[in-house]
């Protein structure tokens, strides 16, 4: 089992950066694909990033492509989110989730475990 914890979130400007960071515990890390997603508002939860196991490949969703990057750290146990050129629209509680099967690494059904959230308030 992985517990997630999501720390980084804050209130930034448009045009502003920040960086999320996500702790997993547990020995196998490593063999966890990591994905963050996002919730605004009355809106469903959308994917943002993932990457796999070996972070070596990494998907983004078109939205934040050539602004957002996702990187890990096996050895810290540690995915991080940098979002650089935020806009008001990346305003959401962001989540990272992780799992060791996935098929459709952009869909939140395919995730088991789930951090608690952080959340990431841009203003115009």
């Known amino acids: 089992q992985v517990q997630l914890v999501e720390s980084g979130g804050g209130l930034v400007q448009a045009g502003g950066s920040l960086r999320l960071s996500c702790a997993a515990s547990?020995?196998?890390?490593?063999?966890?694909?990591m994905g963050w997603f996002r919730q605004a508002p009355g809106k469903e939860r959308e994917f943002v990033t993932a990457i796999s196991w070996s972070g070596g490949t990494t998907y983004y969703a078109d939205s934040v492509k050539g602004r957002f990057t996702i990187s890990r750290d096996n050895a810290k146990n540690t995915v991080y989110l940098q979002m650089n050129s935020l806009k008001p629209e990346d305003t959401a509680v962001y989540y990272c989730?992780?799992?060791?099967?996935?098929?459709?690494?952009?869909?939140?059904?395919?995730?088991?475990?789930w951090g608690q959230g952080t959340q990431v308030t841009v203003s115009s």
């Open positions: 989730a992780a799992d060791t099967h996935i098929i459709n690494i952009v869909a939140a059904h395919e995730y088991e475990y």
């Open positions: 547990g020995r196998t890390f490593s063999s966890y694909a």
